[in-house]
């Protein structure tokens, strides 16, 4: 992912305006839930500053697949929040729904079954994404390469959290 400061690219008097006219861009069109996940459909994928192509771009995504959270939509553009909090607006045909989720921390095991002492399919570094196949409470089923297993939910970014004890 390329980073470029926001203020190297627009004037303090322009960040002003776009900090008081972006609320009104928080409004759904699609009746979706908000927030929800999705994924990146290609490769390169621009970040801008506000929905349409007349804004700057902030940030470019490089990986396909990699899981955002959408905030706010707007016509066809999406604001979305990557796993660090970078946030910023995506035309809606840059995005997929099939969920995928990130590794986040350090290495966690890929496990065979939804269960702590389960057998260990692979371990699974920080940072790898993988696509959700299923998720049941506290872990998540998911297709990374050439391995299939169950994660804890709590070492994943892109899967809703688990539901709350009864």
């Known amino acids: 992912m390329t980073r470029r400061s926001l203020t190297g690219i627009v004037g303090q008097g322009a960040i002003a ?7 009104a861009f928080a409004a759904a069109d699609t009746g979706l839930q908000l927030p929800r996940f999705a994924s990146l459909r290609v490769d390169e994928v621009n970040l801008r500053a506000g929905p349409g192509q007349q804004y700057p771009i902030d940030w470019i995504f490089r990986y396909k697949g990699m899981p955002v959270k959408i905030i706010a939509e707007y016509d066809h553009w999406r604001q979305v929040r990557d796993w660090e909090g970078t946030e910023g607006w995506i035309h809606k045909s840059l995005l997929s729904g099939r969920r995928t989720a990130m590794v986040v921390g350090e290495e966690h095991p890929l496990r065979r079954s939804p269960e702590g002492n389960s057998g260990v399919v692979a371990r699974i570094e920080g940072r790898v994404v ?10 998540c089923r998911l297709d990374i390469g050439d391995y299939r297993g169950w994660m804890q939910r709590s070492h994943l970014w892109g899967a809703d959290p688990a539901p709350q004890e009864e």
């Open 17 to 23: 305006v776009m900090a008081v006219l972006l609320p």
């Open 130 to 139: 993988g696509r959700i196949l299923d998720c049941k409470r506290h872990w």
